[in-house]
């Protein structure tokens, strides 16, 4: 089972506009994470929100947290054809063990 | 340094074949998962390793799956009698600390095909 739920599934925009996905999850959680994952690869590490966070910035990425409503969103700013994945929310549950993973946003970024 | 690699990249077996897939993590690290991505899905956890013992394998499918850790470096997913439900991507992912909430660092994945 998945903790985590990202929508949309699937998204396509113009190389330079923004990209927004967001991420919904079940139970209380230490932090959330998200990963970028390019086809037939393994997952890459973009960024780590605590709990007791609201907002984190990496580069042209913006990730927020609103632990009241269980969700989260990512923001890829001026996005490049490299851009091109899928990206995945996870997190741990607050009394768990294991990093669990949402269905993915799948993002096609058209030059 | 290295990153975590996995070996085969990709393994064909006939139903009912027993296959064996190798995961080298980042040479320290402490924690080791092994995940099953389904095409078009996110990971699915499998089981947690912290050095060689074996903490969670609450993921795994059925009893014909068995992972091991036995120096607490490399590890090895063994899957028996393999099933076509089986074929998947098969990912390994280590972490430097004990914590579960640490970043995960994955290697590319064995592909699973059962024919």
């Known amino acids: 089972s998945q903790q985590g739920e990202e929508d949309p599934q699937a998204l396509s925009i113009q190389e330079g506009e923004n990209a927004t996905m967001n991420c919904s999850y079940k139970?209380?959680?230490?932090?959330l994470q998200w990963y970028r994952q390019n086809s037939g690869r393994g997952l890459v590490h973009l960024i780590l929100?605590?709990?007791?966070?609201r907002e984190k910035h990496s580069g042209r990425l913006r990730v927020t947290l609103d632990t009241s409503k269980k969700s989260s969103s990512l923001l890829i700013t001026a996005s490049r054809a490299a851009d091109t994945a899928s990206y995945f929310c996870?997190?741990?549950?607050?009394?768990?063990?294991?990093?669990?993973f949402g269905g993915g946003t799948r993002v096609l970024v058209k030059p | 340094g290295a990153g975590v690699s996995q070996s085969p990249r990709y393994k064909v077996a006939k139903r009912g074949q027993d296959v064996a897939l190798r995961c080298d993590p980042i040479?320290?690290?402490?924690?080791l998962f092994w995940y099953q991505q389904a095409l078009g899905q996110g990971p699915e956890f499998l089981t947690y390793?912290?050095?060689?013992?074996?903490?969670?394998k609450s993921g795994l499918p059925s009893d014909r799956f068995f992972a091991e850790r036995p120096e607490g470096s490399v590890s090895t997913l063994k899957i028996q009698r393999t099933q076509q439900e089986d074929s998947a991507v098969y990912l390994c992912?280590?972490?430097?600390?004990?914590?579960?909430?640490?970043?995960?660092?994955f290697g590319n994945g064995t592909r699973l095909t059962v024919t």
């Open positions: 992912a280590s972490s430097a600390m004990g914590d579960p909430n640490s970043p995960l660092h």
């Open positions: 390793f912290q050095n060689e013992a074996q903490l969670d």
């Open positions: 929100i605590r709990s007791n966070e």
């Open positions: 040479s320290g690290h402490v924690s």
């Open positions: 996870a997190t741990v549950p607050a009394a768990g063990n294991k990093l669990t």
């Open positions: 139970t209380s959680i230490n932090n």
